[in-house]
């Protein structure tokens, strides 16, 4: 059955209606650290669920950066490429409707991040987003929740990629805990550990330095536990996949097929760890079920899963294989309105946090309300006349609307540069980075100058696409803000005529409270107009309805 909530959602944003009865087939990509993984689904619609079609990976190791500039490496970037290559061949072959593609901690932190992703959608057409750390352990948890009954009990759940650990804490509800830290099995390797096998000194400093990273995570994981609880540990990514194969395999004689459910207790992985810090990398690659690649770096992970269970206390942890490619698919499914019930509170997510971040900043509400309403509606008269924009960059307008006074927080001087700054390090959850890249310079343009291409905030906008969108969106936004000049209300109800022929817009504007001329409002929208004119090639001429 069709999530009535999100049905709802669609109507306040002029969302379109998912289908409901028609099979889609989808792609989701990880672009890692240590490697490229796609999964293809088909989603069932009407049960709703997806079942997993196919799946790819390939290890491209993009986390051996420069040690010197920190950069994503020549060598590193064609690997990335010609591995993302082989997944669209897969998707084509597949007939695959849509990609979702997203890039985590190696291509977030290195400086020519977001030029490797430019030459992606070049060489490739091939988008893809760029996601906070708290973004990646928001979609994990999706991914493992729609694994894992939860029965309203908390879980901890720990992925250990290349080049960060996310650890989350829920019981089937919202997020008690999103965390990401910058402590994974690729990255410790490479910093950490130089001996081969490791030194008893370099092995001592990792676990240091590892607990030492990992505390403020599970202090906050802990904090949230209620008195009386007690999680159960649930665990994803390749090193802890591989730890459970080689366990499996050693206790049992056999691997499950599924790994899913699989248990490895502590106990256990410390006598793992001890074992792999006596061997060296070739005599780990010799184990059965371990590739050479993995050998490289699973010391470092099996040290990291070992240290956050022991400062959580926890015993075991039980294998999940559904992460962040399913959480992808899951966060696409609840943005078309298509997902089970027991996920409903996800489908807003995005409102909630924007709501969230106005109300941390102490934005007025009511009156970034009525600017919202105002700039929609602005939108909607022109849309398909002076724009062909729809209910995505909709919705990225919304946020900006509702946020765009939030510098006021810092300061009242140069506000909507302080509101840029907040909203771009806000940590906004269910919106990738270029996505809050744009609604950050929305809200900064809502004064002052118009977009220009020497200023920092406009040129780290990787897409042109997204530009355009802050180009031609950030003149309705500027307008709004004049309509409500006296943040009173002026201003009850406007509607807009489009007159090719003289090339000119009339605004009419119906006042709240009959006799009030709106002196203020009309000046401030004729010292705001001028990116509007100049965006559109239009005059625009406003009319006060008595």
Partial sequence: MINVFSRRRASLLNLPSPPVDQDRILAAIDVGTNSIHMVVVKVQPILPAFTIVAREKSIVRLGDRDRITGNLTQAAMERAIAALRRCQEIARSLQVEAVIAVATSAVREAPNGRDFLQQVEAELGLTIDLISGHEEARRIYLGVLSGVEFNNQPHAIIDIGGGSTELVLGDGQEPRALTSTKVGAVR??????????????????????????????????????????HPRLVGTSGTIEALATIHAREKLGVVPDPLHGYQIPLADLREMVQRFRRLSCAERAALPGMSDRRAEIILAGAVVLQEAMQLLGLDSVTICERSLREGLIVDWMLTHGLIEDRLRFQSSIRQRSILRTAQKYQV???????????????????????????????ELLWAAAILHNCGHFVSHSVHH?????????????????????????????????????????????????????????????????????????????????????????????????????????????????????????????TILES
């Fill in 188 to 229: 410790l390797t490479a910093e950490l550990i130089h001996t081969d096998p490791v030194s008893s000194s370099e092995f001592h400093a990792l676990q240091a330095y590892v607990r030492g990273m990992l505390e403020r995570a599970v202090e906050e994981l802990r904090f949230n536990v209620r008195p009386g609880e």
């Fill in 364 to 394: 007025n509400l009511p009156y970034a309300e009525r600017i919202a309403n105002f700039t929609l509606n602005l939108f909607d008269q022109t849309q398909g006349r002076l724009h062909e924009w729809g209910a995505e960059e909709r």
């Fill in 417 to 541: 540069k302080h509101s840029y700054y907040l909203i771009r390090n806000g940590d906004l959850l269910g919106y990738t980075e270029l996505e809050i890249e744009t609604i950050a310079n929305l809200a900064r343009y809502h004064r002052k100058s118009c977009p220009k291409k020497k200023h920092d905030n406009y040129r780290s906008i990787s897409s042109k696409r997204h530009r355009k969108v802050v180009d031609q969106l950030n003149t309705l936004l500027r307008l709004a803000v004049a309509l409500d000049r006296r943040q009173i209300g002026a201003i009850q109800q406007l509607w807009g005529e489009h007159h090719p022929e003289t090339h000119e817009f009339h605004l009419h504007l119906k006042p709240t409270h009959a006799g009030d001329d709106c002196a203020l409002e009309l000046w401030s929208l004729d010292g705001k107009k001028s990116c509007f004119e100049s965006q559109f090639g239009l005059k625009l001429v």
